[in-house]
């Protein structure tokens, strides 16, 4: 009786930590944004930078894995463009009516690239409009993304090197 106590209290403190530790992440990696314009502006954020560290915990839960998918495939294509643009810039993102929980957001993003090289200049692609649906859910997450066709709609479909 004594070495069951004994090994539960010995290994309670060495097993607890690491899965108190997981808990802990994993609540925190579904916390959301703190609003639906956030969320969106996290999505878009990661995209222009190509990082998407930070992007799950705005990613529905239910959703997560095809919409990370999305992501990526449409980073994959802005870095299969010759010359690959420098990032998306966007203004304000308007958030429709909160009905049940959820809203729409809405930007125009539109593509920038710099001057390579030391050479100046640049060019900006027409501004195009994404919309987001959001959920709240202990904070705010994209549950869709409706994002314009990077080839054939920021760029020319001759500018990608994966048609």
């Not at 009786?1 to 992440?25: D, Q």
């Not at 959920?135 to 314009?148: C, M, S, T």
Request: proline residues 6%; glycine residues 12%.
């Amino acid at each position: 009786m004594l070495l069951p106590t004994f090994l539960l209290c010995c290994g309670g403190g060495v097993v607890g930590v690491p899965v108190a530790w997981v808990l802990r992440e994993t609540i925190e990696a579904s916390k959301g944004a703190p609003s639906p314009d956030a969320a969106a502006d996290e999505y878009l954020s990661a995209l222009s930078y190509a990082n998407d560290q930070g992007l799950l915990p705005v990613l529905d839960n239910d959703h997560q894995d095809t919409l990370l998918a999305g992501w990526r495939a449409y980073r994959k294509a802005m870095d299969g463009t010759t010359p690959k643009p420098s990032k998306l810039e966007y203004g304000s993102l308007t958030v429709g009516p909160v009905v049940d929980g959820r809203a729409e957001v809405t930007t125009d993003v539109s593509a920038t690239w710099w001057g390579t090289e030391g050479g100046g200049g640049g060019y900006r692609s027409q501004a195009r409009t994404w919309r987001f649906q959001t959920r709240e859910d202990n904070g705010w997450q994209v549950v869709a993304v409706d994002a314009p066709t990077w080839c054939g709609g920021y760029v020319r479909l001759d500018a990608c090197t994966s048609k």
